[in-house]
């Protein structure tokens, strides 16, 4: 495994970003909780922690704290906000509240720098900062000095170049930090002395090579979806243990156009056992007459565990299941209560009803883009490493109100149509997530001469980086013209088209 770097997790916002930019330096990092036991990060052997930032006070009875054991490991720190006046307070310093002074900066603020520290080495002496913190820091502790300064903020970033400890008082980790990755990469490089070692090559041969170890004879299942991580994970296993995988790839029929044959032909003959599952008629059997989007992504839900198990079952006893897990479900996993706003129907969430012994999850460790990455380094091909996110229950929540074989068949073109279009206008990365929405809708349009009453199609397309907010893209006119002229023409059904222009939140991305 390569050198790690541990983010000690303080409860802040930007925890999972520092975990990525770090990687993006092709540094190995974990995210732990700040309540991690020290012995637990003796046995890690980080080259480096970073603490993240928090929204609490350090003078709050319930601020999470850690031993001050932490301080005597002989291994660089670096705090960043929260963090780094917890570092100050761990060492003796003082930190002064808002409430009673009123040094509080949020936003863009301009920050100067000693580029003689290693921290700053390199980089222009004057830049924009991100700020965001309430408490400040009042007075450094023994054998510290400030290397950065705001107007308000006269230590916005502090060394003790001797035990390595630094601190800034902003974020480097957010894009609104102009030189922010370059000191994120001197606290890895010029500080903890890491080497760029960790690439999606390496992790292939060391997971195939871990696996194979793993498995040894056994036998693995994998329900294969055809989405980027069940892909990724199947060819990864595919490498390693060959025929002593097998794949179930459950085809519920609310695929996309000519989907389930794309998912096919990419892995059937690869060297695994594929089995492909035609169960669009029981899906739609079961989903007949339902309107409810929780009713349809219950039943699913629950009808893709039913098939699956069935086939699982001819394959009699299997020692390991392959989950796609990857590692924003790791860090979010035990995250507080969130309200249900819809049930998310995965095939990763298999329950224990399969005769197996153990759980594989090859893609834990890694993030989105490292996933696309390794699919590449593995040899995928372009459209499936760059899928866009297709929802577990299909196309079933992107037909509003009663599903019927005929509208699957309207919106699977439909939707064609608006993908081609926008590959062809060499959108397709730049634009998150797009899709076609088939409303229940029907309105009165006049084709030829005649009158029509058809239904009314929307269009979607989202830009975001974490699916958890979005923004509707903006998609020029005259691609969406084109869109719109070859789906009226091409498409029976549809006399009508619109563009869905809501932002999540208020709207959710999926219409259902
Ligand atoms: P929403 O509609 O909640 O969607 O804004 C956020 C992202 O999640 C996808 N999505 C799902 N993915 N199973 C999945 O695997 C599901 O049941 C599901 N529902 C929504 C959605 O496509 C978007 O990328």
């Not at 309430?134 to 230590?155: E, T």
């Amino acid at each position: 495994m390569a050198q790690t770097v541990l983010v000690l997790d303080f409860g802040g916002q930007y925890n999972q970003l520092i975990a990525r930019r770090v990687r993006e330096a092709n540094v190995y990092c974990e995210v732990k909780s700040y309540k991690t036991p020290i012995a637990e990060i003796r046995a890690i052997n980080p080259k480096g922690i970073i603490f993240t930032g928090g929204p609490k006070s350090v003078y709050l009875d319930d601020s999470p704290r850690m031993a001050s054991e932490i301080f005597t490991l002989g291994i660089p720190i670096l705090g960043i906000c929260y963090g780094a006046q917890f570092l100050v307070y761990g060492l003796g310093g003082e930190i002064g509240a808002a409430s009673a002074e009123s040094a509080a900066e949020f936003g863009r603020t301009d920050c100067k720098f000693d580029t003689s520290s290693p921290l700053f080495n390199g980089l222009k002496k004057e830049s924009v900062v991100w700020m965001s913190h309430n408490d400040y820091i009042k007075k450094l502790p023994d054998g510290f000095k400030a290397i950065a300064h705001s107007a308000k903020c006269p230590y916005g970033a502090i060394e003790n170049a001797d035990k390595k400890f630094y601190g800034t008082q902003f974020h480097p980790e957010v894009n609104h930090t102009e030189q922010g990755f370059d000191m994120l990469k001197n606290f890895l490089f010029n500080v903890c002395g890491c080497k760029p070692d960790w690439t999606m090559q390496n992790y292939a041969e060391i997971a195939t090579k871990e696996l194979r170890e793993k498995i040894g004879n056994g036998k693995a299942l994998l329900a294969l979806s055809g989405g980027v991580d069940s892909s990724v994970a199947c060819k990864l296993l595919a490498n390693a243990i060959g025929s002593q995988l097998t794949c179930i790839f459950v085809d519920h029929g609310l695929m996309r156009k000519n989907e389930g044959d794309e998912v096919e032909a990419a892995f059937n003959g690869s060297g695994v056992n594929f089995v492909r599952v035609n169960a669009g008629e029981r899906f739609l059997g079961k989903l007949k007459g339902v309107t409810d989007p929780e009713k349809k992504r219950k039943i699913i839900g629950e009808e893709f565990i039913r098939v699956f198990e069935q086939e699982a079952k001819k394959i009699g006893a299997v020692d390991y299941l392959v989950q796609g897990t990857i590692y924003p479900d790791v860090i979010e996993s035990g995250l507080g209560d969130a309200a249900v706003i819809k049930s998310h129907h995965n095939v990763g969430g298999l329950p224990s009803y399969v005769d197996f012994k153990e759980i594989v999850e090859p893609l834990r460790l890694l993030f989105k883009d490292e996933v696309r990455k390794l699919g590449s380094a593995l040899g995928l091909s372009d459209t499936l490493v760059w899928r866009q996110p297709f929802p577990g229950p299909g196309l079933a929540i992107r037909i509003i109100g009663e599903i019927t074989p005929e509208k699957v068949a309207i919106l699977q073109d439909a939707d064609a149509i608006f993908r081609e279009e926008i590959a062809s206008a060499k959108l397709d990365r730049a634009i998150n997530q797009y899709f076609a929405v088939l409303t229940n809708m029907r309105s009165v349009g006049v084709m030829g001469d005649g009158r029509t009453y058809d239904y009314t199609l929307a269009l979607r397309g989202v830009t975001t980086t974490d699916f958890m907010t979005a923004d509707f893209s903006r998609i020029p006119y005259d691609v969406l013209e084109k869109v719109s002229n070859r789906i009226v023409n091409e498409v029976k059904h549809i006399n009508r088209i619109v563009y869905d222009i809501t932002s999540k939140p208020p709207a959710t991305i999926e219409w259902e």
